[in-house]
């Protein structure tokens, strides 16, 4: 599996942004994308995850209402709607992907999810 993330750039806090992350490689049945995030020097966080056959999602505690994240099945692709951006906020974006049958607890765990693709920056100005 290959994964392609797309749309990081320099905002101004306040702004949104749309992240993508599209998935190739293989035949795809039940499976859950994720967006990870990791800011200098500290761990990598659980943003959101998508379970792209049905519906579930799930996100990160700190996302309080300010992202969304979606997907189009037959692009095999999922986006990350990012509104209110704080500056806090910078990181590298990873969207990361798993054939396994996660559930919220799980989904939003690093080492469930097999695949990552290469990151996509976000730096938010104040």
């Known amino acids: 599996v290959q994964l392609q993330a797309s749309g990081g750039g320099l905002v101004q806090a306040g702004d949104s942004l749309r992240l993508a992350c599209t998935a190739s490689?293989?035949?795809?049945?039940?499976?859950?994308m994720a967006w990870f995030r990791q800011a200098p020097g500290k761990e990598r966080e659980f943003v959101a995850a998508?379970?792209?056959?049905?519906?579930?999602?799930y996100y990160g505690d700190f996302v309080k209402g300010r992202f969304t994240i979606s997907k189009d099945r037959a692009k095999n692709t999922m986006y990350l709607q990012m509104s209110f951006l704080k500056p806090e906020d910078t990181a590298e974006y990873y969207c990361?992907?798993?054939?396994?049958?996660?559930?919220?607890?799980?989904?939003?765990?690093?080492?469930?999810?097999?695949?990552w693709g290469q990151g996509t920056l976000v730096t938010v100005s104040s």
């Open positions: 990361a992907w798993t054939g396994r049958g996660l559930i919220s607890s799980t989904a939003r765990l690093a080492h469930m999810h097999d695949y």
């Open positions: 490689g293989r035949a795809f049945n039940n499976y859950i």
């Open positions: 998508i379970k792209m056959s049905g519906g579930s999602i």
